[in-house]
């Protein structure tokens, strides 16, 4: 029988895991037409239709980088905020509270990419990149005005946050329809757009700060988005026909408990990860006595390394081991690295553990939408699946930041126990995805 592929399959399933990730390349058999209305299955397209390159095909994948480069990239260096909200803006706000508005952002990021990638699925592609781009330029617009705590969380957390779930599905999934073969290096280039825009809006705070001020700084931060998002509005085409959407919900994965467990031992891991990139910028300057700049080449740093950790993991788990035997191993060495940031206690080995840590915990970020297609059995409902997956992550984005920076200042401003707690979730959900993994298949030494 020949094989075909949906518009599910790609524009929204398959394209969430760009986001980090590299690729999960799944066949189809051909799907059955709805009885109901008897519609054809005009939104079907074959394997041999995909080009799998081509200027216009290779253009897609560059516009996505740009879109992680404007939604992600300013994410990644809010360690950079955080720490200048803390001395000036914000002073006589705690961390934990300052730390509310960069997990609001990856929160609404998250819990509403699940809905605007199923919302692209039914034909809104465009109108989605037109609002997100619009909300991200304004909110950014709208900080550089923001003289207090609200007005930072309004438009930074909240316009920027619901900004950048418009445009982080809808714009993956089209991606993820012009390749097959080379899908992994399409996402790739996409996927390090967030490393790439995190090491730049990073060092063009630090350089411009001191110069031109923070009003005008995050000015010319939104000017760069501007242009970058205006050409992905022109440049990024939606391939597939839309079809009717499939369920948003799937009850019936409520009941597939390797798919549970995955979600909680997800859960606890992200809870641990985002801590970092909210706090290392202010433990640098707080606890080591580092300068400012040497807190943001830190994280420059961080992002940076993350290049690597987005693609030499997913080599090995392509060629070698598989995505969630992977996932696992890398979750265990990120745990460990969490505990080891307790010995860190001078610049060299804050800069050391950065670069390590960049590359595991951004491994975790890549890995964990293709884990969670390998123990999909009906691929299609791998995007209402994921689409569960995210809205239930989103909250660790939420919470975790905040948790750990509370344990901060519930402890006379040392990090200890923050870290503590970093560490020992990261460690507990290796542990959830261990057990989901030997549910899913006991043979230890199977590709998975």
Request: glycine share 10%; proline share 2%; hydrophobic share 45%.
């Amino acid at each position: 029988m020949e094989k075909t592929y949906s518009t599910q399959e790609f524009s929204y399933g398959e394209g969430l895991e760009g986001k980090f990730f590299p690729r999960v390349v799944r066949d189809v058999e051909t799907l059955k037409t709805d009885a109901k209305s008897g519609s054809e299955q005009s939104s079907l397209f074959k394997s041999e239709d995909v080009s799998d390159g081509g200027s216009l095909a290779w253009t897609q994948a560059l516009l996505c980088h740009l879109v992680m480069f404007s939604t992600w990239g300013v994410v990644n260096s809010f360690g950079t905020f955080q720490h200048y909200y803390h001395d000036t803006i914000l002073a006589n706000y705690d961390p934990s509270s300052i730390s509310w508005i960069g997990s609001t952002q990856v929160f609404l990021l998250f819990f509403v990419g699940a809905l605007t990638g199923h919302l692209s699925d039914m034909g809104f592609f465009r109108l989605l990149l037109l609002v997100g781009s619009v909300m991200i330029v304004v909110g950014m617009l709208m900080t550089s005005f923001a003289t207090g705590y609200w007005q930072l969380f309004f438009s930074q957390g909240i316009c920027i946050g619901l900004g950048n779930g418009c445009l982080f599905c809808p714009s993956l999934s089209v991606l993820s329809t012009y390749f097959d073969r080379r899908r992994g290096i399409a996402m790739g280039i996409c996927a390090t757009g967030s490393a790439t825009g995190g090491m730049v809006y990073s060092a063009l705070f630090s350089r411009l700060l001191p110069a031109i001020g923070f009003p005008w700084t995050i000015r010319v931060a939104a000017l760069i988005q501007l242009v970058c998002l205006t050409a992905c509005n022109f440049g990024l085409k939606q391939r597939v026909i839309p079809r009717k959407s499939s369920k948003f919900f799937d009850y019936n994965s409520l009941k597939d408990l390797p798919f549970i467990i995955f979600c909680l031992g997800m859960f606890f891991n992200l809870w641990g990860v985002y801590f970092v990139a909210h706090y290392i910028s202010l433990f640098a300057t707080a606890i080591l006595g580092l300068s400012f700049q040497d807190s943001v080449n830190i994280l420059i740093v961080l992002n940076g390394v993350g290049i690597l950790g987005r693609i030499l993991p997913n080599i090995l788990a392509d060629y070698f081991l598989g995505s969630f035997n992977v996932l696992i191993l890398i979750c265990i060495c990120c745990g460990a690295l969490s505990f080891s940031w307790i010995a860190v206690t001078d610049r060299g080995s804050l800069y050391a553990w950065a670069a390590f840590y960049g590359i595991f915990s951004s491994g975790i970020q890549s890995l964990y939408p293709a884990a969670l297609f390998n123990i999909t059995n009906d691929l299609t409902k791998s995007g209402s699946r994921m689409g569960m997956f995210l809205t239930f992550i989103s909250f660790t984005a939420l919470t975790g930041a905040p948790i750990a920076g509370e344990l901060v200042q519930r402890h006379g401003g040392k990090y200890l126990h923050a870290q503590l707690f970093s560490g020992t979730t990261i460690i507990v959900g290796s542990g959830f995805l261990a057990v989901a993994r030997l549910l899913e298949n006991r043979k230890l030494l199977v590709k998975l």
